[in-house]
């Protein structure tokens, strides 16, 4: 069984929109045991996107399209694929239901060209959509073949894909192996670094087979394995995880899809403490992180943005002459910052981050990228310094994955990992 | 004239890369005034991509490859172009003597495997590689087509094309004319809303043409125009903008690449006005917005992520009674927010945001995705409620999307533009 996917746009031939879509789709359907043999793109043209499914559907049993179901006149895709079944489109009250309800709750008045969208081809199955309006559906074709249609928004075809399309799809073409893939993350080591420490494995490691990936202050190790039995295939990705872990031990912080600011605020919860932070350089980010959690205000108390000088001194009470001595960019503002919010928060754990974002702001003895972040406890102040060569929005990311690493590490033990 | 992209290599169909060569090169031709009707993409598979060779050949005049290319066994494209077009494979002693020197320049031994890249299909001409071993071709056929084909590697891709096949393209197909385009972004309406105002131009306008882009709390206008002269081309984008702007006035916020953060910025330097921000649901994200532009400092003094009720009331100066009394989600609150650290920051302007941005939190008169956003300048306090349904991350966006809109239109005229 072969999968076509078929992305339609004309943003997507000009090189205004990278097309990301098909990339997903086509790593969620490998991970499903499902193959994909042809991609193709063609522009909000009837005549071409008609083309394009006619041979799409002569050449793959399934075809997954996505984009051109939007309310505007250049959103084709419904009526050519009901042109190229031969099917009228027929309106359906419960899409059209759902869309105006979705207007109504929003205080807003559905305009006539939302009505298109409830639109669909005569004998097709809605996939419903609760982040858009634009429903997607599926047709079951003669011969066991399938044609699926989504949205074009990310945030709107990826939960379909994943829950409505791929379970079916594995149903009915009774696919039962699977490729799994398991992501271990690391933060606090250079690429070269864990290749020292994993790389006989990686090389030699055949099924799970292994890769690095390196992203903007963490490194992904990624395990794939092919087996028909999950469970053997669990198996295997456990025992390669086990021995990567022994070698490895905290500089893995998480797995999968776990984000930084996710493990933090797990161990926040589980040893019941609280968090404050007073950022300069990182201007809001580490705040911005932590709340990204859902439940984070069960431990993440609140946050001081203090770019200027003056409000680092009345905000979070740092001397005014600890700034004159050492500068703003300084270990002792960084400790002042930490402690000072902690206690005027009464919190159990605090950070200070302050540094040169750039591209402005350097001195001669002080470079773009440097950083200082301290972490308060009720015990101790501790104080690391960064340096950090990424442009502006670069090193904030850096500086605030710092900062949520020394939290971490001292939230799992008390005791320093060497930094590497 | 139609081009049609091929990209080759089993990783862009499994979804581990995400392929921006396709985008990279459909930009640069829509620039160059040659339009891509077709994309598409196979795996390292020797028969279907023979079978893309001969329909792309058959129904495009110009066909571009890229991807494999490469020394090792999968890298199938000159042999399968080789044997589409039905020539021999000719040894090009030009190329293997500067893979030869490329290697010894960097004190490699040439590896058996590598002799293979100088295997050029008969009656192709060679496109040189400075940037990696592998050359690229094109070859001339009947009929005045044209297969081009192109490394994987983009940073070898991208100056082949741009230095040696477009402009061999021009001049062969005796195009003139060029692509340019413009992007407005507009910001507070939605996409149906803005069919209204301007829906009527969008389906009439044919050269520019118009389309509307949707993201996440902003619409992009895109305005292409073809054009022999360049300066003609600019001169009908300058008065298709300006009818534009007519009817939607301060709706559009920017051009191109600009932040709605680097207009807000702008317009703060320009008015010598400072801004602080006291934030709840949004967690830090207006801050970080507001300091991802470069020099912020100027006129970004501080903020507080007042995440607690206690800190609401300890930090920001919130009355206890009115958290009693309205809740902390609430009108009165906001303004509290937005007054108080203006106030506190001795600041010209001030935001205060409080929402729920879910998932948890919600009760039965608030649900998730209410948000009030108050602006408080020396004079008065303004304040608007807002329904987003997104996501939690979402509605961070939304909000803080709406907190710095509602900065903007304070500071172009102080008058309020009707929210839509």
Same mark, same amino acid.
């Given at each position: 069984m072969g999968v076509e996917i078929l992305t339609i746009g004309t943003e997507l031939l000009l090189g205004q929109s990278i097309d990301t879509n098909s990339a997903y789709i086509g790593e969620e359907l490998a991970?499903?045991?499902?193959?994909?043999?042809?991609?193709?793109?063609?522009?909000d043209n009837e005549g071409r996107i008609g083309e394009a499914l006619r041979l799409a559907l002569a050449r793959s049993e399934i075809v997954i399209s996505t984009g051109g179901l939007g309310p505007t006149e250049d959103d084709l895709t419904c009526r050519v694929i009901a042109a190229v079944l031969a099917r009228p489109l027929i309106l359906d009250l419960t899409v059209l239901e759902s869309i105006r309800r979705r207007f109504a709750e929003r205080g807003l008045a559905m305009s006539k060209n939302n009505e298109r969208q409830a639109l669909i081809p005569d004998g097709a199955t809605v996939l419903r959509n609760p982040r858009g309006t634009a429903p997607g559906f599926f047709v079951r074709l003669e011969g066991g073949r399938v044609l699926v249609a989504m949205p074009g928004v990310p945030?709107? /075809?990826? &939960?379909m894909l994943r829950d409505e399309v791929i379970p079916r799809l594995r149903e009915w073409f009774g696919v039962k192996a699977r490729i799994r893939s398991r992501i271990l993350k690391t933060s606090g080591i250079t690429e070269s670094k864990l290749d020292e420490l994993i790389g006989d494995l990686a090389r030699s490691a055949r099924n799970p087979t292994i890769a690095l990936l390196a992203h903007a202050g963490e490194i992904h190790i990624r395990l794939t394995v092919k087996r028909d039995s999950e469970g053997e295939g669990e198996r295997l990705l456990d025992d390669l995880e086990a021995r990567l872990r022994e070698r490895l031990g905290a500089l893995v912080f998480g797995r999968n899809e776990e984000r930084l600011e996710e493990v933090?605020?797990? @161990?926040?919860l589980n040893a019941k403490q609280t968090i404050a932070v007073a950022e300069s350089c990182t201007g809001g980010l580490v705040c911005h992180r932590l709340t990204n959690v859902p439940g984070s205000s069960a431990y993440f108390i609140c946050g001081e943005v203090v770019y200027s000088n003056e409000a680092k001194e009345s905000l979070a009470g740092v001397p005014r002459e600890l700034i004159a001595q050492h500068g703003a960019v300084s270990q002792p503002v960084a400790h002042a910052l930490a402690?000072?919010? $902690?206690?005027?928060?009464?919190?159990d754990l605090a950070?200070?981050?302050? +540094?040169?974002?750039?591209?402005? +702001?350097?001195?001669?003895?002080? &470079?773009? +990228?440097l950083t200082y972040i301290a972490l308060a406890s009720r015990e101790k102040v501790t104080c690391r310094e960064f340096?950090? @060569?990424?442009? $502006?929005?670069?090193?904030?990311? @850096?500086?605030?994955?710092?900062?949520?690493? /020394?939290?971490?590490?001292h939230l799992l033990s008390g005791q320093d990992v060497t930094p590497t």
């Open positions: 991970e499903a045991g499902i193959d994909v043999y042809w991609k193709t793109t063609v522009g945030s709107e /075809m990826q &939960p933090v605020g797990r @161990l926040l402690s000072g919010i $902690r206690e005027a928060a009464g919190t950070l200070g981050i302050t +540094g040169i974002a750039g591209p402005g +702001g350097a001195t001669a003895e002080k &470079p773009v +990228g340096r950090f @060569l990424g442009d $502006r929005e670069t090193n904030k990311l @850096l500086a605030s994955q710092g900062a949520l690493d /020394m939290l971490r590490r």
